[in-house]
């Protein structure tokens, strides 16, 4: 008369190597990946303290005024040039003067993007790369990263980045 319903069993999927897949899965990932780390740019901000600020006159002749406009174009002295020919400038400017009588006076508009910012920043630390590089060559036979500490003490105070930022309206 009555007839039970048969109850369908429903299949059973074995799940227990689940999590040690996922985990092996993590661990691979996490160890044939690279994890590259973005280096910045070595900066020394002004103290927080005004009175112990130094105040020197310098010369104009030993001041190299880089500017960037809301339209992301460079010039250097009022002359419009390339991300090339600023690193070419910065590196014959700051190699002809001596150690502590340059000036690399930055302006920035505020409505220049950060890309041409950081392009600028990255052209003139590429020159100071270059003629510590040379220097180091000169002196010591090998490159400035194959200087010991006191090599680099030595080709630092020769040529050590002096730079003067500003922001323009």
Same mark, same amino acid.
């Given at each position: 008369?009555?007839?039970?319903?048969?109850?369908?069993?429903?299949?059973?999927?074995?799940?227990?190597?689940?999590?040690?897949?996922?985990?092996?899965?993590?661990?691979?990932?996490?160890?044939?990946?690279?994890?590259?780390?973005?280096?910045?740019?070595?900066?020394?901000?002004?103290?927080?303290?005004?009175?112990?600020?130094?105040?020197?006159?310098?010369?104009?002749?030993?001041?190299?005024?880089?500017?960037?406009?809301?339209?992301?174009?460079?010039?250097?002295?009022?002359?419009?040039?390339?991300?090339?020919?600023?690193?070419?400038?910065?590196?014959?400017?700051?190699?002809?003067?001596?150690?502590?009588?340059?000036?690399? %006076?930055?302006?920035?508009?505020?409505?220049?993007?950060?890309?041409?910012?950081? +392009?600028?920043? $990255?052209? =003139?630390? &590429?020159? /100071?790369?270059?003629?510590?590089?040379?220097? %180091?060559?000169?002196?010591?036979?090998?490159?400035?990263?194959?200087?010991?500490? +006191?090599?680099? $003490?030595? =080709?630092? &105070?020769? /040529?050590?980045?002096?730079?003067?930022?500003?922001?323009?309206?």
């Amino acid at each position: 008369m009555f007839s039970h319903r048969k109850s369908k069993e429903v299949p059973q999927l074995n799940t227990t190597s689940t999590a040690d897949i996922s985990f092996m899965l993590l661990v691979f990932f996490l160890v044939t990946s690279s994890m590259n780390t973005d280096k910045g740019l070595g900066r020394r901000l002004s103290p927080i303290d005004e009175q112990h600020q130094e105040q020197r006159d310098i010369n104009r002749s030993n001041v190299i005024a880089i500017r960037i406009g809301g339209d992301n174009r460079l010039s250097v002295d009022g002359k419009d040039c390339s991300l090339e020919e600023v690193q070419q400038q910065v590196e014959s400017f700051v190699a002809s003067r001596m150690s502590d009588s340059h000036v690399i %006076a930055v302006e920035a508009d505020r409505r220049a993007s950060y890309q041409a910012y950081f +392009e600028l920043q $990255d052209a =003139i630390v &590429r020159a /100071y790369r270059s003629l510590r590089n040379q220097m %180091a060559l000169r002196q010591y036979g090998h490159d400035f990263a194959h200087c010991s500490q +006191e090599e680099r $003490d030595v =080709i630092i &105070r020769r /040529y050590p980045q002096r730079i003067a930022e500003g922001m323009t309206e």
